[in-house]
């Protein structure tokens, strides 16, 4: 016989179980000589019944938790109670049961040792995760992919209520404090603000490159505006409508009375005439182009975009032309201009710091000062480019 | 006056009030940034998820059901862009997975059976230093699967019930409770772990 604990039963008691198991555990069943001793064997046996113990569904969790993680830890069964409890309660210590309170309050304190984070938002963030949103908004639109949330949204909606000047990478802050301070026309500048996002999606999906329809314009000025064919300047800037990053109101100017607000119609690769166009484009010709965020953060960025040019509407009608004068569509008091990073600034004359002239070549600035000198004046006939990728000279 | 709901704000984003929208992710933006920095370990990452998150949100702004809670969808959301995150972290093998903290059993049978009142818990407002102990936070949690982290700080965070998070999730009630557990059972090995190695060295 096996040997489990070295113990054994008595020969009588041995016999008397035999019976009860012979008897299917009916002692009255059980032959009278060992019935009393099965009787008491029944009795021992039946300390083993445990009818009134229920498996609980968190002994099986444990269990099952114990087979599946061989090596994983386990909460004990008091811990992984008070974690129900505690979930159960919605998180209230003082709602769990009075037993399992203590560890419920175990279970708090551990979450409050991860939810401690010393950690908050910057303005920035909101202002990026917005921009980026706008961005998507556009890129959706480009691709013809109808957003339903996006149907009543104007890209300068979403760039004016949400970062009026914040494009790219750029943090244009300073700008709208000088801009408030001055009490400009806020409403213009979030449209070129709203340009420049549009601009911003078209570069990114464009290797950096700026709008372009045409580099070469036919031997006619650039400045010779044609609906039908990309010609002029102005059809690079239309690029943008033609090919859905923007609308033509989106890059129509409150201070130009003739802007055109209208759908971009079918076929067409620019506006309809000069007076409809409200800003100057960088003059696209020759090989000298500037790319977008080419030189982010730099104060001597290019200026890629500005109000419209008094100078080549002055040049196109033969006018004697000022070098220094404002774009008409301020009054005459200055002019908004979007940089190649981005960013939108207000410029009380057309000379940037750096003395370039927006309205000019640097070869034409050249003349004129040296023209200057023998009271001569200098002229504008609409083939001229811009000397290299750092000389800013818009226009249509 | 009383605060304009979530679900309102949201209602008035998708006719096309923007303003809403900003004002939904004012509303949540640090609690957000915490709970996602906490899920993927690192300020720069956490904040590259919340941009992903709201952008999720414009893009799914039509399947909302505003009968439904907005906060536990926007963390759900979350939830899932730094799980995505994490798995391609770990794709990359950028991540340094941390051994199992005490692989030993005490029983000898595989599992280790975790008693909280046997863990050190220190209040968040006692003596460890912030940033230290932020540390070793983010270290306990490093060595949970993305999973387990989800759930984690879904309960912890946003104190979803067992209900909520197997409806957020996608997953049985019996999942979230075992998986919940088995977080929890993780985490505080984990922390016990890391806090007396900190002790140790102190």
């Known amino acids: ?396 | 006056m009383k605060e304009v709901t979530d679900e309102k704000l949201f209602d008035l984003f998708r006719r096309g009030d923007l303003g809403a929208f900003r004002k939904l992710m004012e509303r949540y933006k640090d609690d957000l940034l915490r709970f996602l920095y906490r899920l993927v370990g690192d300020r720069t990452a956490a904040e590259d998820v919340f941009q992903e998150t709201f952008l999720q949100i414009y893009q799914s702004s039509d399947t909302f059901d505003i009968e439904r809670r907005f906060r536990p969808w926007l963390f759900t959301i979350a939830a899932n862009k730094g799980r995505d995150y994490l798995r391609k972290k770990l794709r990359r093998q950028e991540v340094d997975l941390l051994a199992p903290v005490g692989k030993d059993s005490s029983d000898g049978s595989g599992a280790m059976f975790v008693d909280l009142l046997e863990v050190d818990v220190e209040k968040p407002d006692a003596q460890m230093d912030r940033s230290e102990r932020d540390k070793l936070v983010q270290q306990a949690l490093g060595g949970l699967s993305p999973t387990l982290k989800e759930i984690l700080l879904l309960a912890y965070f946003q104190r979803l019930s067992y209900v909520q998070i197997a409806e957020e999730l996608g997953i049985p009630l019996g999942t979230v409770k075992s998986r919940l557990h088995a977080a929890v059972a993780a985490f505080a090995k984990r922390w016990q772990a890391v806090s007396k190695g900190e002790a140790a060295g102190a």
Request: hydrophobic content about 40%.
């Open chain 1, 1 to 396: 016989m096996e040997q489990h604990s070295g113990l054994t039963l008595s020969p009588t008691d041995s016999a008397a179980l035999d019976a009860l198991l012979e008897a299917g555990m009916d002692v009255a069943r059980v032959p009278e000589s060992t019935r009393a001793a099965a009787e008491r064997v029944g009795k021992l046996l039946g300390l083993l019944e445990a009818d009134d113990i229920v498996c609980d569904s968190a002994l099986i969790d444990v269990t099952m938790q114990r087979l599946v993680r061989q090596g994983e830890p386990v909460l004990s069964g008091q811990d992984a109670e008070a974690l129900d409890a505690w979930a159960l309660s919605g998180y209230r210590v003082e709602s769990t049961p009075h037993a399992l309170r203590g560890r419920a309050a175990r279970h708090e304190e551990l979450a409050s040792v991860v939810r401690d984070v010393d950690l908050e938002a910057t303005p920035f963030l909101v202002e990026k995760t917005f921009q980026a949103i706008a961005q998507r908004a556009a890129s959706d639109r480009a691709a013809g992919i109808s957003m339903p949330s996006a149907r009543g949204w104007r890209i300068s909606d979403l760039v004016s209520v949400a970062a009026m000047l914040l494009i790219g990478a750029s943090i244009l802050w300073p700008t709208l404090s000088y801009m408030g301070q001055k009490g400009r026309q806020l409403s213009c500048a979030a449209g070129l603000g709203s340009v420049a996002s549009a601009m911003g999606v078209y570069a990114n999906n464009h290797r950096d490159s700026l709008p372009l329809a045409t580099a070469g314009f036919g031997g006619a000025p650039w400045w010779d505006v044609s609906p039908d064919k990309p010609k002029a300047n102005s059809s690079n800037l239309f690029t943008l409508a033609r090919t859905g990053y923007a609308r033509l109101r989106d890059l129509a100017c409150s201070g130009n009375p003739k802007a055109d607000r209208s759908e971009v119609k079918k076929g067409a690769f620019d506006w309809s005439n000069l007076e409809s166009i409200s800003y100057s484009y960088q003059i696209m010709a020759g090989p000298a182009r500037p790319n977008w965020c080419r030189a982010a953060g730099e104060p001597a960025s290019m200026v890629v975009l500005a109000d419209r040019s008094p100078v080549v509407l002055r040049a196109i009608n033969r006018e004697v032309i000022d070098p220094l004068e404002n774009s008409p569509n301020h009054g005459g008091t200055g002019q908004y201009v979007l940089l190649a990073d981005g960013s939108v600034r207000w410029m009380a004359s057309p000379e940037r710091a750096n003395g370039d002239n927006i309205w000019l070549p640097r070869a034409v600035e050249a003349i004129i000062q040296q023209a200057a000198k023998f009271h001569q004046t200098g002229r504008l006939e609409g083939f001229e480019i811009p000397l290299n990728e750092k000389d800013s000279f818009v226009g249509p």
